[in-house]
């Protein structure tokens, strides 16, 4: 039996451990592992998962796995001042909203795309100017 341990940079393994048998020992045993989901932009990097016999016999030890990665993530997004990110994973694929302040108007865009495959903000970064005249506006 050899276990499976997967490095911060990996989720968990499936199976998490693997049994070599008189029948398969040989051919080989497909064993499922992603990239941990976190909000970190981290580009393409590598994670690795260690291979440890825990029963059985051995006439060697197994080597850990490299595994190469490209990250889901965009770099966490910047903010014009006088506003907050709302509803923001940093995710490929996903939007994230720009709300002004009370007292502050958007100029641009407030919503910003991760591109799918690179993994960077599409859009202007849009500014929040204080409302003008006295009046008060709050970006949807």
Not at 40 to 58: D, F, I
Not at 112 to 128: I, K, Q
């Amino acid at each position: 039996t050899i276990s499976l341990t997967p490095d911060s940079e990996l989720g968990t393994p499936g199976p998490a451990t693997v049994t070599l048998t008189a029948s398969n020992w040989n051919t080989g045993v497909k064993v499922s592992v992603s990239a941990a989901q976190d909000t970190a932009a981290e580009g393409s990097h590598s994670g690795v998962l260690t291979l440890a016999v825990t029963s059985g016999t051995t006439n060697t030890a197994p080597s850990p796995v490299t595994i190469d990665l490209n990250d889901d993530d965009c770099p966490v997004l910047e903010t014009p001042g006088n506003s907050a990110v709302v509803n923001c994973l940093n995710r490929a694929g996903q939007a994230c909203i720009i709300k002004c302040n009370e007292g502050f108007e958007p100029k641009g865009e407030q919503r910003r795309m991760c591109h799918p495959v690179f993994h960077r903000w599409v859009g202007t970064l849009s500014a929040c100017d204080r409302c003008s005249d006295g009046y008060f506006r709050s970006a949807p």
